[in-house]
């Protein structure tokens, strides 16, 4: 069922969840957030998996997730084990199902550069049970994001280095060309999965490194020519 405009609903309409365009005033509303598994070979064997190229997983963030640039991310009480996650995020500007590789970068409007925050002692006993894991990657302030840099302004960031700071400690330190599934791979193979719409958010995946966030922290992600994001534990 197609959502209806209307004056009519029971309780009040949720605002919408939007995010920075850098250097402007206006802002991109979002519709919903992906996320890729172990999409660097790398972080793939810190996980103890295998890297091969096997066709790429995805998972879900509820849009009210987002923690936009110099928010705040309270640390979950339920949770002694949060560890981050630097990522390109790839937004669309256009929407479409079984897209092919070739032109899927159509759909892009921008890129930004994220942080997926997972509840990693959650997942771990989720994972063992054979439980769904999602309460550990879809919670509270559990995606911090920077502002989005648009298409005509940085182009399609195939390479460059991607890396991430805790109190101005190097902890994570890879190269975009280093994902096992190219952006337009990605793209493709997600939209035979679902339609593809405006406003639709992908984390693309995280280098090796990963580790645990404390209070207190002050974290910093950055993507070479695409910008950066920084968040503080409290």
Same mark, same amino acid.
Request: charged residues 20%.
């Given at each position: 069922?197609?959502?209806?405009?209307?004056?009519?609903?029971?309780?009040?309409?949720?605002? *919408?969840?939007?995010?920075?365009?850098? #250097?402007?005033?206006? &802002?991109?509303?979002?519709?919903? *957030?992906?996320? *890729?598994?172990?999409?660097?070979?790398?972080?793939? &064997?810190?996980?103890?998996?295998?890297?091969?190229?096997?066709?790429?997983?995805?998972?879900?963030?509820?849009?009210?997730?987002?923690?936009?640039?110099? #928010?705040?991310?309270?640390?979950?009480?339920?949770?002694?084990?949060?560890?981050?996650? *630097? /990522?390109?995020?790839?937004?669309?500007?256009?929407?479409?199902?079984?897209?092919?590789?070739?032109?899927?970068?159509?759909?892009?409007?921008?890129?930004?550069?994220?942080?997926?925050?997972?509840?990693?002692?959650?997942?771990?006993?989720?994972?063992?049970?054979?439980?769904?894991?999602?309460?550990?990657?879809?919670?509270?302030?559990?995606?911090?994001?920077?502002?989005?840099?648009?298409?005509?302004?940085?182009?399609?960031?195939?390479?460059?280095?991607?890396?991430?700071? +805790?109190? #101005?400690?190097?902890?994570?330190?890879?190269?975009?060309?280093?994902? +096992?599934?190219?952006?337009?791979?990605?793209?493709?193979?997600?939209?035979?999965?679902?339609?593809?719409?405006?406003?639709?958010? +992908?984390?693309?995946?995280?280098?090796?490194?990963?580790?645990?966030? /404390?209070?207190?922290?002050?974290?910093?992600?950055?993507?070479?020519?695409?910008?950066?994001?920084?968040?503080?534990?409290?």
């Amino acid at each position: 069922m197609m959502p209806e405009a209307s004056s009519h609903f029971v309780i009040p309409q949720p605002p *919408v969840v939007s995010v920075p365009v850098a #250097g402007t005033l206006e &802002r991109f509303p979002v519709r919903r *957030v992906y996320c *890729v598994g172990r999409n660097y070979a790398d972080h793939a &064997r810190e996980m103890g998996h295998d890297p091969d190229r096997e066709p790429p997983f995805f998972f879900t963030k509820a849009a009210q997730c987002l923690v936009t640039d110099g #928010g705040v991310f309270p640390y979950p009480t339920i949770s002694k084990d949060v560890h981050h996650e *630097v /990522e390109l995020v790839v937004a669309l500007k256009a929407g479409a199902a079984n897209v092919d590789p070739a032109d899927a970068l159509a759909l892009v409007y921008g890129y930004a550069v994220g942080i997926d925050f997972t509840r990693r002692d959650m997942q771990a006993q989720a994972k063992a049970k054979g439980h769904p894991w999602e309460m550990s990657k879809s919670f509270d302030h559990a995606a911090a994001i920077g502002a989005l840099a648009p298409v005509d302004q940085i182009g399609h960031p195939a390479s460059g280095r991607i890396w991430f700071e +805790i109190d #101005g400690d190097l902890r994570q330190d890879g190269q975009l060309d280093q994902m +096992i599934w190219s952006v337009p791979e990605v793209l493709s193979h997600l939209s035979h999965m679902v339609t593809l719409a405006p406003g639709d958010l +992908i984390y693309t995946g995280t280098p090796a490194g990963v580790s645990a966030v /404390e209070r207190g922290n002050k974290l910093v992600g950055r993507i070479d020519g695409v910008g950066s994001v920084e968040t503080t534990v409290v």
